[in-house]
């Protein structure tokens, strides 16, 4: 009878322990396990949890998403697609070690409007990376581009995209990126580079018919106040539209040359901004020039002091003779001054005279 009992309640309570075998499903709209949200599920927040790739279970109203502090490392395909996210308007991806975003890796975000990528080692970059992310407007690299040159890759990628603001600060630039900016760009940050001029043919770029609304952020740049810099201080003194393209043109300051150093860029005038080998100010030119002007005339001396020593004998010999040569002339004069002091010749020339 017992066994027969048991028999009876066991499928029971096996329904009955069947809830705490199987973990529960995340509430629609709660936050993720590994984030926080603040004040609403609109604003998720996931800090150094180090995810290998995002989250799953996120709330479908989330507006703000931001991941730092991970190892992402690869954005794949649809690494957002899970869960469509048609709200997400921002989504901060720092220092996640990102190194390679894949096609289509934003599918599923229609509505994002910024996208930070900034302090990531980004070593590639697919054609189509952003191609999930129609409304994208606003893309943020600082210090991002450090890890492999990717100038060729982000052209393609940002082809198909109607940017407004890109950012890339921070990443060692020496030249202007003109292949990265697309029509219709309004702000360019390129603070914190390694740009020392812009020339007249970057300027250009920048005249182009779809950009001539960008304003370039420049400060904290290591500028060479030479004449290679004359065109950007012509063009920002071209008038007040092309001062207002550069807001942080008060701001500039020289790097170099040592003797303009730390000195206002648009304080100075063209022609104080000379090169080697141009009048004004000396140039290295000049001054290597000196050197080898003091090197000859050293050689010079040197040659000189030793055909001296070579000959020194003769020398001592020709000394000799014009001494000797000196006292006999001296002593003739000695001689005749004598004869002609002498009285006695003074008296016997007074009767003769008579």
């Known amino acids: 009878m017992a066994r027969r009992a048991a028999r009876r309640w066991l499928p029971?309570?096996?329904?009955a322990l069947l809830p705490l075998a199987v973990p529960p499903a995340a509430a629609p709209g709660g936050c993720p396990s590994a984030c926080y949200c603040v004040a609403t599920p609109e604003l998720v927040q996931c800090r150094y949890e180090r995810l290998q790739e995002p989250p799953r279970e996120l709330p479908a109203a989330v507006h703000n998403l931001s991941i730092a502090g991970s190892n992402l490392s690869v954005l794949r395909r649809?690494?957002?697609?899970?869960?469509?996210?048609?709200?997400?308007?921002?989504?901060?991806?720092?220092?996640?070690?990102?190194q390679a975003i894949e096609d289509m890796a934003l599918q599923g975000l229609p509505a994002l409007r910024t996208l930070d990528l900034s302090h990531n080692p980004l070593a590639s970059v697919?054609?189509?990376?952003?191609?999930?992310?129609?409304?994208?407007?606003?893309l943020q690299l600082n210090q991002a581009l450090l890890a492999a040159p990717l100038e060729e890759q982000l052209a393609l990628a940002l082809g198909n995209l109607s940017l407004r603001r890109l950012e890339l600060a921070g990443n060692g630039l020496r030249a202007l990126p003109a292949a990265l900016l697309p029509a219709g760009l309004e702000e360019l940050d390129l603070r914190n580079n390694s740009l020392q001029r812009l020339g007249a043919g970057e300027l250009r770029s920048l005249e182009a018919p779809g950009l001539r609304k960008l304003r370039v952020s420049l400060g904290a740049n290591p500028l060479r106040c030479d004449c290679a810099l004359r065109p950007l201080l012509a063009w920002l003194r071209g008038g007040a539209g092309a001062a207002g393209r550069v807001p942080d043109a008060r701001n500039l300051r020289c790097a170099a040359p040592p003797a303009l150093r730390g000195a206002a860029l648009l304080r100075l005038r063209p022609e104080g901004l000379s090169c080697a080998g141009e009048p004004g100010e000396p140039g290295e030119l000049e001054t290597a020039s000196?050197?080898?002007?003091?090197?000859?005339?050293?050689l010079i001396g040197v040659v000189f002091l030793m055909v001296l020593y070579l000959n020194r004998?003769?020398?001592?010999?020709?000394?000799h003779n014009l001494r000797e040569a000196c006292r006999d002339q001296m002593e003739g004069y000695h001689y005749r001054y004598e004869q002609d002091a002498d009285p006695r010749r003074a008296s016997a020339a007074g009767p003769a005279g008579l």
């Open 290 to 298: 000196y050197v080898f002007f003091g090197v000859v005339l050293a």
């Open 78 to 98: 649809a690494a957002f697609a899970a869960r469509p996210l048609r709200q997400l308007r921002l989504l901060r991806l720092r220092h996640d070690n990102i």
């Open 12 to 15: 029971w309570l096996g329904l």
């Open 313 to 319: 004998r003769g020398i001592k010999r020709w000394l």
């Open 126 to 138: 697919a054609a189509g990376a952003f191609g999930g992310a129609p409304l994208l407007r606003t």
